[in-house]
């Protein structure tokens, strides 16, 4: 619980000071083959960020590149090791299995 809890933040917008809490993630990463995002989570994963609110890797809509959610994550092929995600750097587009 409490290693749950220490990744956990905080992103503050200006939409009425609203409140967003997100967690960092482990992924694999890798510019243009899904595949070798695969093989980068198990060699060299790096961290980003997603809300908590919209679940885990698989399910999210947005990914950051820092704890504070104000930089999107750089376009490229995301990981969790069981399945690659193509992100443009404001959508997700494409994914398969590894």
């Known amino acids: ?3 749950f809890k220490k990744n956990i933040f905080k992103k503050r917008t200006t939409d009425n000071d609203v409140v967003i809490s997100i967690k960092s ?4 990463y890798a510019a243009t083959i899904g595949s070798d995002a695969c093989l980068d989570f198990d060699v060299s994963p790096i ?13 999210t809509s947005l990914l950051y590149q820092n704890s504070k959610g104000t930089i999107l994550a750089q376009a490229g092929y995301y990981s969790d090791g069981a399945k690659w995600r193509y992100w443009n ?3 997700f587009t494409s ?3 590894c």
């Open 1 to 3: 619980m409490n290693e």
């Open 25 to 28: 993630v482990s992924l694999g």
């Open 47 to 59: 961290t980003r960020y997603i809300p908590i609110s919209e679940g885990g890797f698989l399910t």
């Open 89 to 91: 750097e404001s959508i």
């Open 95 to 97: 994914e398969g299995f």
